[in-house]
């Protein structure tokens, strides 16, 4: 198990605590005496954090569309928002595009 404190530049602090089965995010604040009290936890198992990760990423998947065959596309699932080598697929989940490449591309 491991642990780091991190003071963020507004005053709170994150804690991070890593254990064998998951990661539990720990979140302190001043009360009104200006003591750090414990505000809020959340912790999950790895599993259940890399599901939160690609539930919240695909709620932001940029749509766009293929400037070779004009097909609605967006990265897929998974894959780097903003990394211009990221597969991208139509609606249909295909990335196959009638260009030099074989893909879609944004
Ligand atoms: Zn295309």
């Not at 932001?60 to 990265?75: A, M, N, Q, S, V």
């Amino acid at each position: 198990m491991s642990e780091q404190n991190i003071e963020l530049r507004d005053g709170r602090e994150l804690k991070l605590t890593i254990t064998e089965e998951g990661l539990i995010l720990d979140v302190y604040a001043e009360n009104e005496s200006g003591d750090k009290a414990h505000v809020g936890t959340q912790g999950m198992m790895f599993d259940g954090w890399a599901d939160w990760v690609l539930v919240n990423a695909k709620a932001f998947l940029p749509y766009t569309d293929c400037r070779h065959c004009g097909e609605r596309i967006r990265p897929a699932f998974g894959y780097y928002i903003f990394d211009n080598d990221s597969v991208y697929i139509n609606e249909q989940h295909s990335d196959a595009c009638e260009n030099e490449s074989g893909k879609h591309q944004p």
